[in-house]
Structure formats: structure tokens, C-alpha cells
């Protein structure tokens, strides 16, 4: 599988212009899109962004990262530029993962760092579980690796993302509302209270499109039904053994646990902690909310840079591969 460049621009970030190329993969339904950063010979960085988001929630934050890196962002299915989903499929997480080993295949990346926001760190630690020996670092942004359900609850869920996608079906719901910018702007506000309004303008460059009468949020409507891929608690600590990457959580003082967790949530995103320290793992907190990265990246940055630079930078025994870009 080919990727394709689709051309070179230039982001400004801080006082620095830095080269961003813009990315295609062709997958089996259409296109994984999204925008690389760094020298082509640097170490390889995938970035996988939160649900309902697209790759722009990097934009502040890997101009702050260490240079040396090439950092490839992507927009997930039926996120951002990409393609969405066949019809009648629904969205979940095996099938991220899947999404993400396509992209590394194309990219030809047999071992690499992993950054992940949100849901994008739960596919990174599916992926990290699954496939231990191609990833070295793993960056979990206010994200726990995984999401574990109740096995009690499983039922429930699952009936209730087959009920969805059936209505969503029957209703043709996925007819595109119109809005002006501005009102595109204050519906992902009233949606995402953790956005600041700049950050809100930086995830609609990818995440609108231009229809007749105005512009239409480009991600698919389907990825807001309910996720019946579900692992419990017991699976999700059995694949957090299995990842032989470094791994360092960064959590946000107001962020997912606070905003979204339930109290039963809670023992499993402790017990996934208390996992992650016993294998001496790094876990940090950091002042700011669910998108502290993209709101405020000057606090993520440091933490983030001395990370990759002391566990993948500095290894004499890191890779040097040449990225097909």
C-alpha cells in the first residue's frame, strides 16, 4: 500500500513556521487522511486523536516536541478529512486498531512511539497490547489505555448500539445539518465544554466541509452511536500486562474522569493506575481540562519531550528507519 503526500504547507505555532505535509493512505472504503511533522529521518511518532475530534488537536502541541521526531497525525474513520465507513457498519475499537496497523503498514513503520488523546489512547493501548514489539513509548493524554465496561452492563450496551444503528438507518440520519461558521462554532462549544474557542476554530478546519447554503461538520454521525465492542476490566489489565512499550499517563485536573466517569468507573480507572505504577510506569497530573493538550500545550510539552527524549531520543539501541514519506 502506497501513501500519498498531497503537498506541503506551512503552520505557525509559538514564533516558529514549521513544514507540515499533508497525508492519504487509501484503505479498503476510501481514505485515511491527516499531516506529518519533522524530518522525514526522525523518530516515528503516530498521533491518534479523541473521539468526535480530528488530527488538529496536535497542531499546538507537536511544534513543542523534541525535533528530532516525525511526528504523522491521522484523522481516524468518519473523523476529520477521512473517509467515513461503509454503509451499515458500525464504529469500533478493534476496527481503530485495525485502521492504525493499515497506516504504520503503509508508512512502513516496524517500530514506533505512540501519542494518544482520549479514545485515541485507548486505541493506542489496544494497539501497544496486541502489537508489544512495534511500539517503544506510549503517551496517554487524559486517557487510561482503556475504557472497561461492567460485564453486567454488556447486555444493555450492546442491544442498545444495535437499536441505534437501526434507527439511525430507518431515519436517514445522515443527512448533513447546515449552519453558518459561526453557529458551526458554538455547537461544538455547547458540545465540548473543555474546548477553548481558539481550539474549537482549529478542530473545524478539518472538521467542516462547504454544502450548498453554508457548511456541515464532516465526521460521521454514526461514530455517536453506542460502542458494543466492550472489554472488562479483567481483559483490559490482562492486555495492559502485555505492553512492553514505556508508558507515561498524563491526566488533567478537570479532565475525562471528572467530566465523563461514573463513581463505578472510578475503581477501574484506579485499578488501571495502580497497573501502570506497579510496572513503573510514569503517571503525572496536570492543571487544565480533558483538552489541556491543545488548550494550554506549553503544560503538556515538557512533560511529553522529556519523556520521549529520555526513553526513545537517547536509547543507543533506537531504531533509525526511514519513513516512506
Known amino acids: 500500500m502506497q501513501q500519498v503526500l498531497k503537498g ?13 505535509s499533508d497525508l492519504s493512505v487509501p484503505v479498503p472504503w476510501g481514505k485515511i487522511r491527516g499531516k506529518a ?22 497542531d499546538t502541541l507537536l511544534p513543542l516536541l523534541p525535533k528530532e521526531c516525525r511526528y504523522v497525525a491521522v484523522d481516524l474513520a468518519g473523523h476529520g478529512l477521512s473517509s467515513h ?3 451499515g457498519v458500525l464504529y469500533a475499537f478493534p476496527s481503530y486498531v485495525m485502521d492504525v496497523r493499515r ?13 494518544g488523546h482520549s479514545m485515541g489512547g485507548n486505541i493506542a493501548g489496544m ?11 506510549l503517551i496517554l493524554l487524559d486517557s487510561y489505555g482503556f475504557l472497561p465496561t461492567d460485564p453486567k452492563e454488556m447486555p444493555r450496551v ?26 458551526a462554532v458554538e455547537r461544538l462549544l455547547a458540545g465540548n465544554r473543555s474546548l477553548s474557542e481558539q481550539s474549537a476554530k482549529i478542530l473545524l478546519e478539518r472538521g467542516l466541509v462547504q454544502v450548498e447554503g453554508g457548511v456541515a461538520f464532516s465526521r460521521d454521525f ?22 512492553r512499550a514505556s508508558v507515561m499517563v498524563i491526566l488533567a485536573e478537570s479532565g475525562f474522569e471528572k467530566m465523563f466517569a461514573e463513581s463505578e468507573q472510578k475503581k477501574f480507572t484506579a ?8 510496572r513503573n510506569h510514569t503517571v503525572v497530573t496536570v492543571p487544565g481540562d480533558h483538552h489541556v493538550h491543545l488548550n494550554s500545550p506549553e503544560v503538556v510539552a515538557p512533560l511529553a519531550s522529556d519523556f520521549l527524549q529520555n526513553k526513545v531520543l537517547s536509547s543507543s539501541t533506537a531504531d533509525v528507519q526511514t519513513p516512506k514519506l
Not at 506541503?8 to 507540515?20: F, I
Not at 511533522?37 to 496536535?58: E, K, S, Y
Open 85 to 87: 465507513r461503509p454503509a
Open 271 to 278: 485499578a488501571l493506575l495502580r497497573g501502570y505504577r506497579d
Open 158 to 183: 450492546l442491544r442498545q448500539g444495535l437499536d441505534e444503528m437501526i434507527h439511525f438507518e430507518k431515519k436517514m440520519e445522515d443527512k448533513k445539518k447546515v449552519y453558518t461558521y459561526e453557529k
Open 37 to 58: 511533522w519533522g524530518p522525514d529521518h526522525g523518530h516515528p511518532v503516530l498521533c491518534l486523536h479523541g473521539w468526535a475530534d480530528n488530527c488538529g488537536t496536535f
Open 103 to 115: 497506516v504504520v503498514d503503509a508508512l512502513q513503520w516496524s517500530r514506533f512511539s505512540i501519542i
Open 8 to 20: 506541503v504547507r506551512h503552520m505557525a505555532s509559538s514564533s516558529v513556521k514549521q513544514a507540515v
Open 127 to 137: 494497539f501497544s497490547a496486541l502489537y508489544p514489539e512495534m511500539v517503544d513509548a
Open 222 to 243: 454514526r461514530i455517536n452511536l453506542k460502542n458494543i465492542a466492550r472489554i472488562s476490566l479483567e481483559q483490559s489489565l490482562e492486555l495492559q500486562s502485555r505492553i
